[in-house]
């Protein structure tokens, strides 16, 4: 069984999304990254790329990370801050710790193309 059957298919990943952008929309050091960005939009590829990525049927089809982060210059913190919101949705939605840290395996290696090192970051 692929980790996205094991929690629940589409549904409950369309419940992730939804929750977690509500936590990260309401961070304070995190909700500038999100000015003028449609967020139905956003969260349609988001459901679509955590689908594919933990064993779903969907085929992403956005911009690879690096592309779709470069103009963000994302700090390790506010990865770190993000990826501690995605943990939280998670939890509360009852997904086992185990498979909480199968889907951060899969997902931690992004912060190579998506964290800006500091000696790089120019906001643009």
Do not use: C, N, W
């Not at 500038?32 to 988001?46: M, S």
């Not at 594919?52 to 390790?76: C, F, I, W």
Request: charged share 25%; glycine share 8%; no cysteine.
């Amino acid at each position: 069984m692929s980790i996205y059957e094991a929690i629940g298919g589409a549904p409950a990943l369309a419940a992730a999304v939804e929750d977690f952008y509500a936590r990260v929309l309401a961070d304070t050091e995190l909700v500038g990254y999100f000015e003028g960005v449609d967020l139905e939009r956003l969260k349609a590829h988001q459901r679509s790329f955590l689908a594919a990525a933990v064993g779903g049927s969907e085929v992403y089809a956005g911009r690879a990370m690096k592309e779709a982060h470069a103009r963000l210059a994302v700090t390790q913190k506010h990865f770190d801050r993000v990826v501690g919101h995605l943990v939280d949705t998670l939890t509360e939605l009852d997904v086992p710790a185990d498979l909480i840290g199968d889907i951060g395996s899969k997902l931690i290696p992004l912060q190579e193309v998506i964290v800006v090192p500091a000696a790089e970051r120019v906001r643009l």
